[in-house]
């Protein structure tokens, strides 16, 4: 949806806050799907804040672990088949800058993308590398690294 509709992924956009992704992330966090009948974010609508209050700056820490819950199972590699290139990195992106805890979940939330983002990129390259030793423990997924993987991909391609 968010590629369909080009949702804006900025993380320093100061024209829309990427307000898309930050009030579907309120949504997410209260159990709704953009499969659902009653989603009502999409890309011509900007007017959520009628229905789901201001533009959403910070989120609580039951909010970030439902959607750290919710965005571990995503399939990374469906996505990067269906959404353009390099967006789906940026949607990825947003979720680590605004669900980032120290949570179990965010840990798991790492570990889940880790491993995926693996198989995306070369084997002999220094990002697969890093995302062994984040594998192992050593550390937690961050943007650096998604800027890493974005760049041996474009360079693969």
């Known amino acids: 949806m968010a590629s369909g509709e080009n949702w804006c ?7 829309c806050g990427h ?6 992330f309120v949504e997410l966090a209260v159990g709704k799907s953009p499969i659902d009948s009653d989603w009502v974010i999409h890309g011509a609508n900007t007017r959520y804040s009628k229905s789901l209050g201001p533009l959403p700056r910070h989120y609580t820490e039951e909010q ?3 959607v750290n ?11 990067a088949e269906t959404c353009k290139f390099p967006d789906w990195l940026g949607y990825l992106g947003l979720i680590l ?14 570990e889940s993308w880790v491993s995926q983002l693996s198989s995306l990129v070369s084997e002999d390259s220094t990002i697969r590398t890093r995302l062994a030793e984040l594998a192992k423990g050593n550390g937690l997924l ?5 800027e890493a993987c974005e760049l041996k991909i ?3 391609n």
């Open 9 to 15: 992924w900025s993380l320093f956009c100061t024209t």
């Open 19 to 24: 307000l898309h992704f930050r009030y579907a």
């Open 64 to 66: 970030k672990n439902m």
């Open 69 to 79: 819950n919710i965005c571990r199972n995503a399939n990374l590699v469906s996505i």
């Open 97 to 110: 800058e605004h669900m980032y805890s120290g949570s179990e979940s965010y840990k798991k939330l790492s």
């Open 142 to 146: 961050n943007i650096k690294d998604l």
């Open 154 to 156: 474009m360079h693969h």
